[in-house]
């Protein structure tokens, strides 16, 4: 199993400022159609996640441009450059290169 | 636009079975992998299995198989999990997913199952 690992697991921000989550992979999550199959959630309090990134670096649909991510291989990052008080919540990576799908534990932002 | 609706939960003893259904709508639903996720309370998210559209292609995680089933009824856009030998771990709130061409695009709200004596 791939094992997804996240630092930090929690964050605090004040608005305005950056913020920037790693996550680590035990495996390589590019496969041999030269794809990286490395998403980023966020959930916020009391709703299910919702996709911010997809492909490593790829905003999904509505997704404001302050967030970006990045990486290769196993080592991959998502930075938030103005943190803003609707982006408080547990932000999550995960894989899909493997048959099992796996999560990281999740890092909790807050705000200062 | 996409909707996914869980039902089905409920309080269950352990050993017990339960039978959750996800009604989706807004999209080909025959076309998508659907997906089903769970959230111990105050825990991470956990892959507890996924299917393909045409249901011939299923994935279950060692902490699930043998006692969980999912299926998929392409005719009513539903999908399903049926969950039996209940333990006190599987206690969380679920989630159906639908795997768009980005990936985990869209999730539903959740239905919570409880696995208490």
């Known amino acids: 199993d791939i094992v997804m690992t996240q630092t930090p697991l929690s964050l605090s921000v004040t608005p305005g400022q950056p913020a920037s989550i790693s996550c680590k992979s035990s495996h390589s999550l590019l496969r041999s159609d030269g794809k990286t199959y490395l998403y980023w959630f966020l959930q916020k309090p009391s709703q299910p996640p919702q996709l911010l990134i997809y492909?490593?670096?790829n905003r999904f649909s509505g997704v404001p441009d302050r967030f970006s991510g990045g990486g290769s291989g196993t080592d991959f990052t998502l930075k938030i450059s103005r943190v803003e008080a609707e982006d408080v919540g547990v932000y999550y990576c995960m894989q899909t290169v493997g048959v099992l799908w796996t999560f990281g534990q999740g890092t909790k932002v807050e705000i200062k | 636009q996409v909707q996914l609706v869980e039902s089905g939960g409920g309080l269950v003893k352990p050993g017990g079975s339960l039978r959750l259904s996800c009604a989706a709508s807004g999209f080909s639903f025959s076309d998508s992998y659907m997906s089903w996720i769970r959230q111990a309370p105050g825990r991470g998210l956990e892959l507890v299995s996924y299917?393909?559209?045409?249901?011939?292609?299923?994935y279950y995680p060692d902490s699930v198989k043998g006692r969980f089933t999912i299926s998929r009824d392409n005719a009513k856009n539903s999908l399903y999990l049926q969950m039996s030998n209940l333990r006190v771990e599987d206690t969380a709130v679920y989630f159906c997913a639908r795997e768009g061409e980005r990936g985990l695009d869209h999730w539903g709200q959740g239905t919570l199952v409880t696995v208490s004596s």
């Open positions: 299917i393909s559209g045409t249901g011939y292609t299923v």
């Open positions: 492909g490593v670096s």
